[in-house]
């Protein structure tokens, strides 16, 4: 399964600031690859919201407000491949305003049980999803330029969600 969206980033004002409006994943559920026994609900985009030029922003994927979140519902043992971006782009050939997604960006957790996976997007993570399902949370780091040139930016984030096949 694999979902993309863009994003954008805006300047307002006389350029001194970034709105990196929405890294998201689609807001409309959609099955999982293999048996069709997990459903992928993403619920919200990574939202940066104003940036100053030359000013990094550090979403935690603590933060309920700014983080992406996606569900997962059903059964089986799921590995999540994250492909993630260098960058917001301002155009196909336009500047780009670098993304970092640290060691410790990812976090898996399994409601009813407390329990938390931390986890680094960069490498795929694998977990048996418990009855009542997981959620994922992702956070990361935007790092403008001090010249960073103004205009409207896009990137995508593309998951995929691999449940294995209970018969090998």
Same mark, same amino acid.
């Given at each position: 399964?694999?979902?993309r969206t863009?994003? @954008?980033? !805006?300047? /307002?004002?006389?350029?001194? *600031?970034?709105?990196?409006?929405l890294?998201a994943?689609? %807001?409309? $559920?959609?099955?999982?690859l293999?048996? /069709?026994t997990?459903?992928?609900? $993403?619920?919200?985009g990574?939202r940066f919201?104003?940036?100053?030029t030359g000013?990094?922003?550090?979403? @935690?994927?603590?933060d309920?407000?700014?983080?992406?979140?996606? =569900?997962?519902v059903?059964?089986?043992?799921?590995?999540? !491949?994250? =492909?993630?971006?260098?960058?917001l782009r301002a155009?196909? &050939?336009? $500047?780009? !305003?670098?993304?970092?997604?640290?060691?410790? &960006?990812g976090?898996?957790?399994?409601?009813? @049980? /407390?329990?938390?996976?931390?986890f &680094?997007p960069?490498?795929p993570?694998?977990?048996?999803? $418990?009855?009542?399902?997981?959620?994922? *949370?992702?956070?990361? @780091?935007?790092?403008p %330029?001090?010249a960073?040139?103004p205009g409207?930016y &896009?990137?995508?984030?593309?998951?995929?969600v691999?449940?294995?096949n209970?018969?090998?």
């Amino acid at each position: 399964m694999a979902r993309r969206t863009g994003t @954008s980033a !805006l300047f /307002g004002g006389r350029g001194a *600031w970034l709105l990196a409006a929405l890294l998201a994943l689609l %807001a409309a $559920p959609c099955p999982a690859l293999a048996q /069709g026994t997990v459903s992928v609900l $993403p619920v919200q985009g990574l939202r940066f919201g104003m940036l100053s030029t030359g000013m990094p922003t550090v979403i @935690s994927p603590l933060d309920a407000g700014r983080r992406a979140t996606v =569900e997962l519902v059903g059964s089986g043992h799921v590995t999540l !491949l994250f =492909e993630l971006p260098r960058g917001l782009r301002a155009g196909a &050939d336009g $500047p780009l !305003l670098p993304l970092r997604f640290g060691a410790t &960006d990812g976090r898996v957790t399994f409601p009813g @049980s /407390g329990t938390v996976l931390v986890f &680094d997007p960069a490498a795929p993570v694998s977990f048996t999803l $418990p009855p009542g399902g997981a959620t994922i *949370w992702l956070g990361g @780091s935007a790092e403008p %330029a001090s010249a960073q040139p103004p205009g409207a930016y &896009d990137a995508a984030i593309t998951v995929h969600v691999v449940v294995a096949n209970p018969a090998t």
